[in-house]
């Protein structure tokens, strides 16, 4: 490390130098320098969503443009979530009291027989980065699991992962269950994980396939966004 490197004082920068700085932060995963970024942020009077939106969810859009990009990789996206996570610690209850703008309720959970769940961080991560409500149910969830939550928690979104090519059919299993209880429509269902792509999201009647937690974020603004002029325009 040259000293030059050395000398970054966060404090020193302009506020535009300083969000740059703290993307490269995220990027590299430095969770305490983040922590700093935020504080200095809100002492410079910018609100909790304008630190959150600028500062962290830009950063780690970048990061997962460039996980999809196969230029960074699982460890290094973990890291850079972990130290989004110590922002957003930050942040939570400042948001919470200001009323940051609400996205939308999400329930979040891998499939039954998966037990794999970096993606489903990643995405629960990001969307509420984003400004979205997240109830993650973890792994290996049974079809009951989902059913019971989205009903309890009255959620917007379903969001459903699984990396293994036998545990993708199981979403099917959830989609038609909703469909039996005749609530299918009351849900927006986003499907994701590596093995999947657009003509299995298509076939088991998912809304929408995400091919990353970017495309998560951006697909359920999309969704929420026309479901709240849907209801304005029946109104």
Same mark, same amino acid.
């Given at each position: 490390?040259?000293?030059?490197?050395?000398?970054i004082?966060?404090?020193?920068?302009?506020?535009?130098?300083?969000?740059?700085?703290?993307?490269?932060?995220?990027?590299?995963?430095?969770?305490?320098?983040?922590?700093?970024?935020?504080?200095?942020?809100?002492?410079?009077?910018w609100?909790?969503?304008?630190?959150?939106?600028?500062?962290?969810?830009?950063?780690?859009?970048?990061?997962?443009?460039?996980?999809r990009? +196969?230029?960074?990789?699982?460890?290094?996206?973990?890291l850079?979530?972990?130290?989004?996570?110590?922002?957003? +610690?930050?942040?939570?209850?400042?948001?919470?009291?200001?009323?940051?703008?609400?996205?939308?309720?999400?329930?979040?959970?891998?499939?039954?027989?998966?037990?794999?769940?970096?993606?489903?961080?990643?995405?629960?991560?990001?969307?509420?980065?984003?400004?979205?409500?997240?109830?993650?149910?973890?792994?290996?969830?049974?079809?009951?699991?989902?059913?019971?939550?989205?009903?309890?928690?009255?959620?917007?979104?379903?969001?459903?992962?699984?990396?293994?090519?036998?545990?993708?059919?199981?979403?099917?299993?959830?989609?038609?269950?909703?469909?039996?209880?005749?609530?299918?429509?009351?849900y927006?269902?986003?499907?994701?994980?590596?093995?999947?792509?657009?003509?299995?999201?298509?076939?088991?009647?998912?809304?929408?396939?995400?091919?990353?937690?970017?495309?998560?974020?951006?697909?359920?603004?999309?969704?929420?966004?026309?479901?709240?002029?849907?209801?304005?325009?029946?109104?």
């Amino acid at each position: 490390m040259s000293d030059e490197e050395e000398d970054i004082i966060l404090s020193e920068l302009s506020d535009e130098e300083l969000v740059q700085q703290m993307h490269d932060d995220l990027y590299d995963g430095l969770k305490d320098e983040i922590l700093e970024g935020v504080n200095i942020l809100l002492e410079r009077e910018w609100t909790p969503y304008k630190v959150l939106t600028e500062a962290l969810v830009e950063g780690m859009r970048i990061v997962g443009i460039d996980f999809r990009d +196969g230029i960074l990789f699982v460890p290094e996206v973990l890291l850079a979530a972990n130290a989004m996570k110590a922002g957003m +610690g930050i942040l939570k209850p400042l948001l919470a009291e200001t009323g940051a703008p609400k996205q939308g309720k999400m329930v979040i959970g891998t499939v039954k027989g998966d037990i794999h769940d970096i993606g489903k961080n990643l995405v629960s991560m990001m969307m509420e980065g984003a400004g979205f409500e997240v109830v993650d149910l973890g792994i290996n969830n049974p079809v009951e699991n989902y059913i019971e939550a989205i009903e309890k928690e009255d959620a917007d979104i379903l969001g459903m992962s699984a990396l293994l090519t036998t545990t993708m059919p199981y979403m099917k299993v959830v989609i038609d269950e909703m469909k039996a209880k005749g609530i299918r429509e009351n849900y927006v269902v986003l499907v994701g994980g590596a093995p999947l792509n657009e003509e299995f999201g298509k076939a088991i009647g998912a809304d929408a396939y995400c091919r990353d937690a970017a495309v998560a974020v951006e697909t359920a603004k999309e969704y929420m966004a026309q479901r709240t002029h849907n209801q304005s325009a029946s109104s």
